[in-house]
């Protein structure tokens, strides 16, 4: 399974941004795709998932009212809208897949995404 990232890029503080992720190649199934990131020096967070079932939302304090996730126009693709971007978001942005029905049910764990994409910068100036 290869998972494709794009849309990343240098923007000003205040600006948008808009990711995308098509994931191809042998069958799987969807349980969930999400976006993560890795700041220079940190550790891997989570910022936005969506739920394959039920189209549900999940981000992380920080980017709600200003991010959102949507499904892509193909199978298994996933945007996500990035409003009034902040020098904060500045990361590497990975999207993943999960691709088997976990028993937490959580869709904001890295742990529990199977396949990942190579990342897309994003970096917002001030």
């Known amino acids: 399974v290869q998972l494709q990232a794009s849309g990343g890029g240098l923007v000003q503080a205040g600006g948008s941004l808009r990711l995308s992720c098509a994931a191809s190649?042998?069958?799987?199934?969807?349980?969930?795709m999400g976006w993560f990131r890795q700041a220079p020096g940190k550790g891997r967070e989570f910022v936005a998932s969506?739920?394959?079932?039920?189209?549900?939302?999940y981000y992380t304090d920080s980017v709600k009212g200003r991010f959102t996730i949507s499904r892509g126009v193909g199978e298994n693709t996933v945007d996500l809208q990035m409003n009034r971007l902040k020098p904060g978001d500045t990361a590497v942005y990975y999207c993943?897949?999960?691709?088997?029905?976990?028993?937490?049910?959580?869709?904001?764990?890295?742990?529990?995404?199977?396949?990942w994409g190579q990342g897309t910068q994003v970096t917002v100036s001030s």
């Open positions: 993943a897949i999960q691709s088997r029905k976990y028993s937490s049910g959580s869709y904001i764990d890295q742990t529990e995404y199977d396949y």
């Open positions: 190649g042998r069958t799987f199934s969807t349980y969930a």
């Open positions: 969506l739920s394959w079932a039920d189209y549900s939302t």
